[in-house]
Nanobody
Framework: QVQLVESGGGTVQAGTSLKLSCALSGLSFENLHMAWFRQAPGKGRDFVSSIARSGSTIYAESGKDRFTISRDNTKHTLYLQMNNLKPEETAVYYC?????????????WGQGTPVTVSS
């Protein structure tokens, strides 16, 4: 059974940092391409960042200079370091995994971890 479990969300003040984690089980982590998405209240799910199994990364423009995606294949864990958070980045953050590159969709999703950024 494939499981993606996010953690690290919470309530923080604007301008501070947060690091999200996503632990995967049931699949070979090192063979997967991983990503973070987020869904703000009342809005659709948006792409945040991705990291290929090669380690190459892509960022949405909004987080390009403030977010860092990384992976630890030995721990089967994906990370998202978010700095200088903004209130508009309040959302549920999801990790996702796919075997295809470039991804046409992500087959596996976590349940999400909520992040609230207060002004």
């Amino acid at each position: 059974q494939v499981q993606l479990v996010e953690s690290g969300g919470g309530t923080v003040q604007a301008g501070t940092s947060l690091k999200l984690s996503c632990a995967l089980s049931g699949l070979s982590f090192e063979n997967l391409h991983m990503a973070w998405f987020r869904q703000a209240p009342g809005k659709g799910r948006d792409f945040v960042s991705s990291i290929a199994r090669s380690g190459s990364t892509i960022y949405a423009e909004s987080g390009k200079d403030r977010f860092t995606i990384s992976r630890d294949n030995t721990k089967h864990t994906l990370y998202l370091q978010m700095n200088n958070l903004k209130p508009e980045e309040t959302a549920v953050y999801y990790c996702a995994a796919t075997t295809a590159w470039p991804p046409v969709g992500y087959e596996y999703w976590g349940q999400g971890t909520p992040v609230t950024v207060s002004s």
